[in-house]
């Protein structure tokens, strides 16, 4: 549950995504499009869930230029961006909220299995943009943090 998370791990993953987002130009841009590029490249199938081409190239100007890819890449780091605002105070709210979440990506086809493929491919697109400044307890703080938060999506499944 989102409960869970201590005051340490909820400080780790904010001050890190804050300096991701001061290193960034368009963060939401930039962090969704790294995001995307590595969830298609684990998980070809997604692609498809997103209404694109299951052959298309993931570094091809076709995807990256598409109003439809930026449009989802923001979208999701906002909403992501959104979910971290929440934690701590509104724990309750936010674990209400990624329920009633999960219960509608049920309807576009998204599957519990799929969380792991988005969790990973998140570690990617912080590792590319904080580099060197993502150190292991920041790391363990994220994985622990995404696993709580799509957990209460999965259990809206």
């Not at 906002?78 to 909220?97: F, Q, V, Y």
Request: aromatic share 8%; glycine share 6%.
């Amino acid at each position: 549950m989102v409960h869970s998370l201590d005051y340490t791990t909820i400080s780790h993953v904010l001050d890190s995504w804050e300096r991701a987002r001061r290193l960034t130009t368009n963060f939401e841009q930039e962090v969704g499009v790294i995001l995307f590029q590595q969830l298609f490249k684990n998980d070809p199938q997604c692609k498809v869930l997103f209404g694109f081409p299951l052959d298309i190239d993931t570094d091809s100007a076709e995807l990256l230029q598409s109003k439809r890819f930026l449009m989802h890449a923001a979208y999701l780091v906002e909403m992501l961006d959104t979910s971290l605002g929440m934690l701590g105070p509104d724990d309750e709210l936010l674990a209400e909220i990624m329920y009633d979440l999960g219960s509608k990506h049920t309807r576009y086809g998204v599957k519990a299995d799929m969380f792991p493929q988005m969790g990973k491919a998140l570690m990617v697109a912080l590792e590319a943009i904080l580099k060197h400044t993502l150190n292991d307890a920041t790391r363990d703080a994220w994985k622990k943090t995404f696993a709580e938060l799509s957990s209460e999506m999965i259990r809206g499944m």
